[in-house]
């Protein structure tokens, strides 16, 4: 019996189902790290050993908010501003 070309086998469609999900522009929409990594990692999954990060504030995607309201130079200023002010933190 001669195999169908036009068939495709079910880990290409969970491999494009992945891409599809990790490539989403939307941050809102796209798969969280947990998500992705939990089919390659459950066997060693402990949930009593594992750090969760806290959310972060809100206002850290503040430039999101008005990021479409700004022209070239205007950008170019708030990336300068950014720079000269940052402060690392060790």
Sequence with gaps: MASDPNRVDPPIFSFID????????????RITVEKALAPYLEASHD???????????PDFFEFDLHKDG??????????YEEIV??????
């Design 85 to 90: 002010t940052f402060k690392a933190t060790i």
């Design 47 to 57: 949930p009593d050993d594992e750090p969760v990060a806290l959310p972060l504030h």
């Design 18 to 29: 992945f891409l599809t999900q990790t490539l989403t522009s939307d941050p809102k929409k």
């Design 70 to 79: 700004i022209n070239r130079e205007q950008l170019k200023e708030l990336l």
